[in-house]
């Protein structure tokens, strides 16, 4: 929506302890996701010394920093998610009435959860292999495979949470779908923008 600020659109949790239990584990991956994007441009800084200031081989920066980059965007999700961050096309919630908004918008999220929920099952089940069989990845560092992969589950298990608090919230009253005035075609003329 033109003219909020993000702190306006993030999840709203009322006095319900399983919206707030929940946005509180999205926020601390939100910082947690943050505190692995600074780890990763330090590693970067120091690759770029070592390799260039000091003319010495790395052998473990790149492969940290791409880890830890993906690890974040995967951690990050519910963080996202709770700010009402990713990208949307509010076109049709628009024209919609608010009752057929609502069912549009438990509709959308459940196949998202739907979704988020497959790929942390399936994700879990690609860790737990890694896990299970040692797995080691083909460079000089041999990280252990199953310690970045552990992000994939976690990431994608604590997304769909997060998803199902926000239909919670909506199917409680405590947002409207999609973050919409009842008539947002209609509000610049009663003051609810």
């Not at 926020?27 to 943050?34: N, Q, R, V």
């Not at 949307?88 to 009752?99: H, M, R, S, T, Y």
């Amino acid at each position: 929506m033109t003219g909020t600020r993000m702190n306006d659109n993030k999840a709203l949790t009322g006095s319900d302890p399983f919206l707030r239990v929940t946005a509180a584990i999205s926020t601390l991956c939100g910082w947690i996701a943050a505190g692995m994007v600074v780890a990763a441009v330090f590693i970067t800084c120091q690759m770029i010394f070592v390799r260039f200031v000091l003319n010495h081989s790395t052998i473990w920066q790149t492969e940290a920093v791409v880890y830890l980059v993906i690890a974040a965007t995967l951690i990050g999700l519910p963080y996202v998610q709770r700010l009402k961050g990713h990208v949307n096309v509010d076109l049709i919630p628009i024209a919609l009435q608010f009752g057929p908004r609502k069912v549009l918008y438990v509709v959308v999220l459940s196949a998202s959860a739907l979704v988020m929920g497959m790929l942390a099952f399936y994700g879990y089940d690609f860790w737990q292999v890694a896990y299970q069989r040692g797995w080691k990845s083909d460079t000089v560092w041999g990280v252990r495979l199953w310690i970045p992969y552990l992000a994939i589950p976690v990431g994608f298990g604590l997304m769909t949470l997060q998803i199902v608090a926000d239909i919670w919230a909506v199917l409680k009253g405590h947002e409207r779908p999609f973050g919409l005035v009842r008539d947002p075609l209609n509000a610049s003329g009663t003051g609810e923008l």
